[in-house]
C-alpha cells in the first residue's frame, strides 16, 4: 500500500468524527464531545493529522469548560485555536471564536467574549463564512447584557445607583434587543431553524424581563412549534421550560 492508501482510513474516520463532534456540540452534548474529543485526539497524534489534532484540542477543552475548570478550559480552546491557525486553515475559525466567546462569558469574562466576538465578525467578513453569523450576533447580545451586569437567565442586575442602573439598562436591553432581532433575521434568511430558536428563546428571556411575556411567548412559540423532533437537545427543552413560563 501507498502512505496515501495507508492514510486514507484514518483520514477519512477523523474527518467523521469532527462532524460528530460538532454536532455534539451544536447540541450542548459535553460527554459525547469529552468521549469523541479524546478518540480524536489519539487518532490525530498517532497519524499525526494536524487539522483533526486542532479540533479535537479545541473541543476537549470545552468539554473541560462545561465541567467548571476555567483555566484548563481556556487554556484548551487557545492551544487548539491556535493549532489550527498554524495549519494555515482558515474555514471554522467563526465558529470556533464563538465557542470560546461563549466560554468566555460562562466564566464571568463577557468583555473578553466579546473581544473575541469582534475578531469572530471581522474573519466572517473576509472569508464570506457566514454559517455562524447568527449565532455570533446572538452571543453578542448576551454578552452585551452581561458585560453591563445583566443576567439573562435570571434577569438580575449587578448593584448600582437606582438612576444609573435604569439608565445602563435601558440602553443595554435596546442595543442587545437589536442583536438578538438581527440574529433571527439572519437565521430566517439562512432557513437555520436550531440558531433562530436559541436567538428567539434569547430574546424571549429578555422580553420576559421587561414584562412582555405574551408577546415573548407568541414569538417563541412560532419557532419552536415548526419542530417535529429533537425534542430531547437542550436547545429545545430550555425553549419548552420557558414557554411554560411564559403561559
Known sequence: LTVAQELSHPLSLAQALIGALRLHQHNRERQAVQEQSEI????????????????????????????????????????????????????NRPYYLACLA???GQIGQPAEGLNVLTEAMVGMD????????????????????????????TGSFFPQAPSLKLQVSLAVEQEAEGYFLKAIDIARKQQAKSLELR?????????????????????LAGIYNWFTEGFDTKDLQEAKALLGELT
Do not use: C, D, N
Open 102 to 104: 461563549e466560554t468566555y
Open 199 to 219: 436567538a428567539a428563546t434569547s430574546l424571549a428571556r429578555l422580553w420576559q424581563q421587561q414584562g412582555k411575556q405574551k408577546e415573548a411567548h407568541l414569538m
Open 126 to 153: 473576509k472569508t464570506e463564512e457566514r454559517e455562524y453569523e447568527a449565532e455570533l450576533y446572538r452571543l453578542k447580545g448576551t454578552l452585551t447584557l452581561e458585560a453591563s451586569g445583566w443576567r439573562l437567565e
Open 40 to 91: 480524536l485526539l489519539t487518532l490525530s497524534t498517532e497519524h499525526r493529522l494536524a487539522f483533526p489534532l486542532a479540533w479535537a484540542t479545541f473541543m476537549r477543552g470545552w468539554a473541560v469548560a462545561e465541567r467548571g475548570q476555567k483555566e484548563e478550559r481556556i487554556a484548551q480552546m487557545r492551544q487548539g485555536l491556535a493549532a489550527h491557525q498554524a495549519t494555515g486553515a482558515e474555514a
